[in-house]
């Protein structure tokens, strides 16, 4: 019972901090509110139209959407991958982002929903997918796989979180009983959210360029360089703007682990481009038509290239201990690694896999207005999950604010620690 | 693909509310609301929100169903439209054998296909896509064209080949159906229940053949151009935003008429008929011909068969 008021004062007092900030806070909170309101006009307009309005057809039949729903799947489960060294080798600097990584795990799982929700010809019925309830196709339809793995990986993340924040809050120690096996059922989780994703389009005989043995392997490379180099970018910022304290030693290490994985992701990617176009089977047009072109359409050309020598760069920045250990270079790595994966594991998946189509067509497929502003709101939806998870987790975290200092702390109007 | 974009008529939008006695009917008004919601406008009454998936319904709730369904296109229409639900033959497997060595390409079966089966006409649907092919190269897709002008068939040095739904004995598109929404009949023809699918296009990218097709936008059809003999699996009217694809015409060849597209061509190059019928046409076909099948390599087993008539 008493827990029970406790965990009732801890969501009123987590509201509180979240709608209590700086100027700037508030500016961030009402940027994105905006853009998740053009998404929602923008999605509006698309209930009313239908998926006409997006530039998918039946030729390429999935776009924008799928491709942002793909990348961030290993965003997800990458974020939860810096668990291995904090609890394995139970290496301290690390541990306090394993919190961090659950709550960019738990965004990047709403943006996933969100951009398979608003990819679905008719979200009204939404139900038909419910266990129980709907009719799941399962163990058959590798989507089933995925929608079960998801929400169960979305909850097991969100109750770690906040049941380590709520011990933080009323200052007790967590049940290492508890937390311990939870966190490390998250690992085998996280790998198969993203190795399930990429079975769904592993599966498919009809798409040679999906239908590839090593696309889950893949998968999870490139996933374990662009989930690491967001943490890193947003474990500088936190460090600038809040008390929380994150050693060097930590971000090297990470841009270490980095490195070997960007060097493996590039070298399954030539194994596979190796292959194809060695071989030079039929199968060889959808990386032909990402590399090169086809009869004339090369729309994909230069992202596939960029995406390419973005990587190639970044894994020499990260490999060299100079390059590694001096800020410029390491954020210039890091970026480039986010566009990197970004575009391969995006439109360079999915739009290589559709084209030529099953019978040959080539149509070109950019997304519309419509498909950009209703992604940008989804994002924004995710970027704001995180920022108020971020706003009432780090003075927890910290201990600043607790069930006894918490409601002093909470009417203070400086007490929000982001600053910036 | 077009320009007039459906709008939101105040006709369209106002919900027909429920006539009772729905057993589903605790589930509440307030779901159906948010659904209501989720379609844009809320043209969507509460039975058909809760209506199960086809396999699931007893036969009372089937009744309803088609009634309900008739009621609506009486409604859109104007005019009576029969919804059958008629069953696989017994003892029957259907087949389709096409002659590539007749096939002029003159597409006369991928109109008569859109008349009888009531597609879109704005964004125009087509079940049946015909391949325009090199003969120096033989069946290769990469060397296909689809948008040639079929006032100039047939031409020098070219053959042509349809491609439409092969009804495959293992269909990848049914595998991957992640709410069960499509499946193959006991007579071997692959449905889609229009009223489960959820448009998530997975099929779409399974199928080897292009042969799914998606509602993009509402789909457009006039009272003049609906063929009111529909079929619950086949040809009625379809919602936006759920896919569909050919099924052998199952409204005619369930009560033993040809398809539409067989009737039509004037070469004569499409066969169909029972499988298990050791005499029928298609059997001989099987047997003395030169037969293949398209992408035989993915191993889904097409029902559907080219061959070289001559
Ligand atoms: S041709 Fe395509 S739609 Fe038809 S049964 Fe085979 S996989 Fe399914
Ligand atoms: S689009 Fe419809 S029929 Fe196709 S896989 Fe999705 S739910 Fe099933």
Redesign the pocket.
Known sequence: MLTLRTFGQFITDTLGIMTKGSRLYYAWIGFLLLLIGMGAIAYVGQLNHGLLVTNMRDQVSWGFYIGNFTFLVGVAAAAIMLVIPAYIYDWEPIKEITILGEMLAISALVMCLGFVMVD???PDRFW?IMPLVGRL?WPQ?M?AWDVIVLNLYLLLNWFVVTYLLFCAYTERHYVKKLVLPLVLLSIPMAVSIHTVTAYLYNGLAARPFWNSAILAPRFLASAFCSGPAILLILLQVLRKTTKLSIKDEAIFKIAELMAYTMGFNLFLTAAEAFKELYSGTEHMVYFQYLLFGLKGHNTLVPYAWASIIFGFVAFILFLVPRTRTNWVTLNIGCVLIYASVYIEKGMGLIIPGLTPDALGEIFVYTPSFTEITVAAGIFAIGFLVFTLMLKAAVPMMLGEFTLSKGRKAASEPEAGPIKA | MTDRKPTCSPEGCDSRSGSGGNRREFLGTAVAAVAMALTGCGKLSKEEFLQHNFQELSKDEVRSVIARLEKEYKAKYGKDVKVATTPPLPGVIFGYALDLSRCIGCRRCVHACVKENNQSRDPEVQWIRVLELDKEEGVNLQHAEQYYNPEEVPREGHFYMPVQCQQCKKPP?VK???????WREKDGITV??YN?????????A?CPYGA?H?NWGEPHLTADEVNPDTHYFGNRPRPKG??EKCTFCIQRTRKGLYPACVEICPTGSRKFGNLLDKTSEIRYILENKRVFKLKEELNTQPNFFYFYGV
């Not at chain 2, 489960?196 to 779409?204: L, P, Q």
């Open positions: 679905i010809g008719r038909h196709n339809s989507l | 598109c991957v159906c992640p709410v069960g929404a499509t889609v229940d489960w699918c959820i448009g998530c296009r997975y099929c779409m399974a799914r998606f759920v896919v």
